[in-house]
């Protein structure tokens, strides 16, 4: 295994490349680059057998980047353009998984009061949760509301419980159709600080993108007990 040192699936393919000298595609691995303008680019990579699992350390599945430059200095019409790409990027995803009516559980991983891991707690303070009213005020829903709930479960040094646990027992108390987890990303390039987000429909292993796999095991437990964990990363 390389040395990847990135939750990125182009950037571990590139590395894989390059360390082997090759020019073509690697057996396992498709990919496919699309410019939405100057400043948004949308890459889709798919590991599409054991080959490219193994050469890139990835499962197999489907890997959206989605890079937006100068997202720090951007306008707000520059902003809403990349939400929009985000979303259809996400929907796509959602769609090919669940029907429109399947519950969703939104999970933010990290630490709040740590600003590199803050992302996905803060992002759960953003997300417009249903599921309470739908459950005990459905009069005041429109027809077809998917219905939502968020989490956002701490750390294990604040919490003393293993993150994998709380949501296992959540998942196993509610019977989501599908889990999106949210989660800051390791990256080998320092441009890409708060200016690229991944998607993906394989799971997440907390800590995988700096070779800390302490939880994998359970974290294939909880994907399995689940049958839905999904993952939306950014940094």
Request: hydrophobic share 35%; net charge neutral; charged share 25%.
């Amino acid at each position: 295994m390389y040395n990847f040192r990135t939750d990125l699936a182009s950037e571990r393919r590139d590395i894989y490349q390059k360390a082997n000298n090759l020019e073509n595609t690697i057996d396992g691995i498709e990919s496919q680059k699309e410019e939405i303008d100057e400043n948004i680019s949308v890459e889709r990579v798919k590991v599409t057998n054991e080959n490219g699992q193994n050469a890139i350390g990835k499962p197999i599945g489907n890997y959206v980047t989605i890079d937006i430059k100068k997202l720090k200095i951007a306008q707000e019409e520059e902003i809403k353009k990349a939400a929009h790409v985000l979303s259809d990027e996400l929907r796509n995803i959602i769609d090919a998984h669940i029907d429109k009516k399947g519950e969703i559980l939104v999970v933010g991983l990290g630490n709040v009061y740590v600003t590199p891991d803050s992302l996905g707690p803060k992002v759960i303070e953003e997300i417009e949760v249903t599921r309470h009213i739908i459950n005990y005020l459905p009069q005041y829903v429109e027809e077809g509301t998917r219905m939502v709930s968020a989490i956002s479960p701490g750390v294990l040094g604040t919490t003393g419980i293993e993150t994998v646990e709380i949501l296992k027992g959540i998942v196993d108390n509610i019977n989501p159709k599908l889990v999106i987890v949210i989660d800051a990303l390791a990256s080998r390039s320092i441009e890409r600080i708060s200016s690229t987000v991944q998607i993906s429909d394989t799971g997440i292993v907390p800590g995988a993108g700096v070779r800390k796999y302490k939880n994998r095991n359970k974290s294939k437990n909880f994907r399995n007990t689940s049958n839905c964990n999904r993952n939306t990363n950014s940094c």
